[in-house]
């Protein structure tokens, strides 16, 4: 898995001490229906836009918690990476977007019938979230709403 | 910081009645926060699916995320390590 020696000492520390969010009592949904039949969403933390999109803006203190609707149909070759991090090296997902943001990967196993379809619009935040406050109460929610009218059922995310 | 994030994300959406599956990059950081259900892969921050360029590989990972979709002996949270040709 990655590790925390990828990183410098200072932000090791910083990780160390850091009050991570603990979710208590941790929410479960089991599966409702077969993936076959299922609607999938899917979500990433890369801080992906499209060209027609605002960037993430990474002069907000604590972080963006803002997110961005993906269509399914999009160019992925356009997606512009806009994450704010230095910590990792943005060279793979730039030359593969789907390193982080796999809507081919999941459109093929839609074209096998392994899962049902995938929905027509998924979600793109910037994970860079020190404050993670105003993405738990404000903008996931109105997110997930979003995927709940249109009858997802399940959702991969993929963090960067 | 990334983990966490789609760790709260997934949380809401299981709160919301849609069932997920977080990839996650740090195991440490997976036990604390505790998403729903999560695979820990073995791969650095920025390579969450392995290797750009390989679908077969990126197809992989993808699949043992969906097999924890249709685990119904796994218990909330769970978290399950992503190991190459083993996840079954």
């Known amino acids: ?160 | 910081m990334c983990n966490q994030a789609v760790g709260l994300v997934a949380a809401e959406l299981e709160r919301q009645g849609i069932s997920t599956v977080a990839i996650q990059l740090l195991r440490s950081v997976a036990e604390k926060v505790r998403p729903p259900r999560a695979l820990v892969v073995p791969f650095r921050h920025g390579y969450p699916l392995g290797v750009p360029g390989d679908a077969d590989h990126q197809r992989a990972v993808i699949e043992a995320a969906l097999r924890m979709l249709e685990d119904s002996s796994l218990q909330p949270p769970a978290i399950v390590d992503y190991m190459p040709g083993k996840n079954k």
């Open chain 1, 1 to 160: 898995m990655g590790d925390l020696s990828e990183f410098p000492l200072k932000y090791k520390l910083f990780l160390k001490a850091y009050p991570w969010r603990r979710i208590d009592p941790v929410p479960w949904v089991p599966l409702k229906k077969p993936l076959k039949d299922s609607r999938a969403a899917l979500v990433s933390s890369a801080g992906l836009v499209r060209p027609d999109q605002d960037p993430f803006d990474d002069s907000i203190r604590g972080g963006d918690c803002s997110f961005r609707e993906i269509p399914a149909d999009t160019d992925l070759s356009a997606l512009i990476d806009t994450h704010r991090s230095d910590l990792y090296d943005h060279s793979g997902l730039r030359q593969d977007p789907n390193l982080v943001f796999p809507l081919a990967r999941l459109g093929e196993l839609v074209k096998s019938g392994r899962i049902g379809s995938l929905n027509r619009r998924n979600l793109s935040f910037m994970g860079s979230l020190t404050a993670p406050g105003r993405l738990r109460k404000r903008t996931a929610p109105v997110a997930v709403r979003k995927l709940v009218e249109d009858g997802v059922d399940i959702a991969l995310l993929v963090p960067v």
